[in-house]
């Protein structure tokens, strides 16, 4: 059994967050150290810990994720000029909360994808 972090306890509402979706099967809150004017996180309800665990079963937690961000993205009013989705994963791609997360980053020009 994985071990559950701090966003498991925001899916549940027993620690804040800004909560701008959730449904049966996601999460979406305000990444509390945003990157960009728009950062938000789309969690799956259930603890999946890294895309390395995803598996057929979890499909549609995590098709509903990009969804969801689509959704959101049009909400937040940055669909048009477009915005950047990212999934970290383990080390080497900085991933710091082993609880599978989107990130929905955009409202300014994002630059190169990867930081040398
Ligand atoms: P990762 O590096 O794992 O892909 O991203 C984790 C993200 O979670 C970071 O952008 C970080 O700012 C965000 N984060 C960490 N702790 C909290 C928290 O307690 N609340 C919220 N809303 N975001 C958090």
């Known amino acids: 059994m994985a071990e559950e972090t701090l966003f498991s306890k925001i899916i549940r509402r027993e620690i804040p967050a800004d909560i701008v979706y959730q449904d049966e099967l996601v999460t979406a809150f305000r990444d509390i150290a945003p990157k960009a004017p728009t950062h938000i996180l789309i969690v799956p309800n259930i603890l999946i810990p890294t895309a390395n665990d995803a598996v057929a079963g979890h499909e549609a937690a995590l098709g509903r994720m990009i969804t969801v961000a689509a959704k959101i993205a049009k909400e937040e ?16 791609g900085g991933q710091e909360v ?11 020009p994002l630059g190169p994808m990867i930081a040398h």
């Open 77 to 92: 009013g940055i669909a048009e000029d477009g915005y950047r989705l990212i999934i970290n994963c383990n080390q080497h």
């Open 98 to 108: 082993y609880h599978i997360h989107l990130h929905l980053v955009g409202g300014r």
